[in-house]
T-cell receptor
Framework: IAGITQAPTSQILAAGRRMTLRCTQD?????MYWYRQDLGLGLRLIHY???????GKGEVPDGYSVSRANTDDFPLTLASAVPSQTSVYFC?????????????FGPGTRLTVL | GQNIDQPTEMTATEGAIVQINCTYQ??????LFWYQQHAGEAPTFLSY????GLEEKGRFSSFLSRSKGYSYLLLKELQMKDSASYLC??????????FGAGTTVTVRA
């Protein structure tokens, strides 16, 4: 099935714990992105990767890290979770070489940090 | 950085037309996108404008004026399933998207 998958669907996490959100796409898109969505603030870019082996910081990168070892996978790690990281996290991918380069979004991960 | 403004909420009647405005101030411009997001779901792509003018796609149309930093999304013949949040997003010169906070459209019978 073509598209983007994210895991887990939801998670409740104790503050201070380490957590990795997984994202996999099978569309062979070169670019991938992580966003968080909070009520009233819209989607904000955390980190992005324009191609395998490279990553960049978005608007709200503090407290998060990413890696892009291959084209398909783009995990997001919270080294030591804090309550302000409670949010819905969306992974997205695009092929910037193809037309509009629209972004395709995964189903999201709802994370609660207590 | 980007500053993107759109109304928070709009309500319209089934069968009517609704226009959602979006204004933006950007450091670099490489296209404007509209996404639809139903509650609890992921955003899905609706339209893309990079040149001035109107792009029509069935019941949905999107307009762009780069000189005015302005876009609108026009939804015609509203249906109940159009009740959703509509997100305006601007792509900068580095191909990163910045999103507005979204406009929640409620369609009433």
């Amino acid at each position: 099935i073509a598209g983007i998958t994210q895991a887990p669907t939801s998670q409740i996490l104790a503050a201070g714990r380490r957590m990795t959100l997984r994202c996999t796409q099978d569309m062979r898109h070169n670019a991938m992105y992580w966003y968080r969505q909070d009520l009233g603030l819209g989607l904000r870019l955390i980190h992005y990767s324009n191609t395998a082996g490279t990553t960049g910081k978005g608007e709200v990168p503090d407290g998060y890290s990413v890696s892009r070892a291959n084209t398909d996978d783009f995990p997001l790690t919270l080294a030591s979770a804090v309550p302000s990281q409670t949010s819905v996290y969306f992974c997205a991918s695009s092929d910037s070489r193809d037309g509009s380069g629209e972004q395709f979004f995964g189903p999201g991960t709802r994370l609660t940090v207590l | 950085g980007q500053n993107i403004d759109q109304p928070t909420e709009m309500t319209a009647t089934e069968g009517a037309i609704v226009q959602i405005n979006c204004t933006y101030q950007t450091s670099g411009f490489n296209g404007l996108f509209w996404y639809q997001q139903h509650a609890g779901e992921a955003p899905t792509f609706l339209s893309y404008n990079v040149l001035d003018g109107l792009e029509e796609k069935g019941r949905f149309s999107s307009f762009l004026s780069r000189s005015k930093g302005y876009s609108y999304l026009l939804l015609k013949e509203l249906q109940m399933k159009d009740s959703a949040s509509y997100l305006c997003a601007v792509r900068d010169g580095d191909y990163k998207l910045s999103f507005g906070a979204g406009t929640t459209v409620t369609v009433r019978a």
